[in-house]
T-cell receptor, first 112, second 113 residues
Framework: KNEVEQSPQNLTAQEGEFITINCSYS?????LHWLQQHPGGGIVSLFM???GKKKHGRLIATINIQEKHSSLHITASHPRDSAVYIC??????????????FGKGTHLIIQP | SQTIHQWPATLVQPVGSPLSLECTVE??????LYWYRQAAGRGLQLLFY??????ISSEVPQNLSASRPQDRQFILSSKKLLLSDSGFYLC????????????FGPGTRLTVL
């Protein structure tokens, strides 16, 4: 079983729709990241969360530490939001510079 | 401001040939450095991380190795590439005093034929 599970795997929606992507994890973490990967492969960090909620423009990320769950929401979706959205966590392994553990990503397509 | 560079952007190599991918970071000192790989149809996976010059930690056994000859330089290498080494390789850096935030390079797409 993967330590980080995302759903849905693929999502196609119409422009303007409210989008929700979910991420669940099974172990203790110190932080959770939402990343955006465009078709060329480049990755942009959208949010880093350890508790609560963050908002940036039309993007909102929430995390519930007790339930080990995070959501990424996109309001008023636009075709330029089409990308792969990846959830990644830093495991609470006792320190060090450990890297991130990733979900497999959600492939989002927003149709005009 | 900090920037991270990777090269080459794309690479096609025959099986059995050597590999050297380079990553450099500008605008910061003593960064933590990371190599990740994204194989076709799979999620990103941590390969190596480094907390300082000459200090390399490997996360998974594999055909690859990493080196950090300078503070802001991270190199991914192989003596003989396998077909399974194909994928998208990402370098990332994080500030020494903030283990949580990571910033990704543009990536190298490697195809082994």
């Amino acid at each position: 079983k993967n330590e980080v599970e995302q759903s849905p795997q693929n999502l196609t929606a119409q422009e303007g729709e409210f989008i929700t992507i979910n991420c669940s994890y099974s172990v203790g973490i110190s932080a959770l990241h939402w990343l955006q990967q465009h078709p060329g492969g480049g990755i942009v960090s959208l949010f880093m969360l350890s508790s609560g909620k963050k908002k940036h423009g039309r993007l909102i990320a929430t995390i519930n530490i007790q339930e080990k769950h995070s959501s990424l929401h996109i309001t008023a979706s636009h075709p330029r939001d089409s990308a792969v959205y990846i959830c990644a966590v830093r495991l609470m392994t006792g320190g060090g510079a450990d890297g991130l553990t990733f979900g497999k990503g959600t492939h989002l397509i927003i149709q005009p | 401001s900090q920037t991270i560079h990777q090269w080459p952007a794309t690479l096609v190599q025959p099986v059995g040939s050597p590999l050297s991918l380079e990553c450099t970071v500008e605008g910061t000192s003593n960064p933590n450095l990371y190599w990740y790989r994204q194989a076709a149809g799979r999620g990103l996976q941590l390969l190596f991380y480094s907390v300082g010059i000459g200090q390399i930690s490997s996360e998974v056994p594999q055909n690859l190795s990493a080196s950090r000859p300078q503070d802001r330089q991270f190199i991914l290498s192989s003596k003989k590439l396998l077909l399974s080494d194909s994928g998208f390789y990402l370098c990332a850096w994080g500030a020494r005093n903030s283990y949580n935030e990571q910033f990704f390079g543009p990536g190298t797409r490697l195809t082994v034929l």
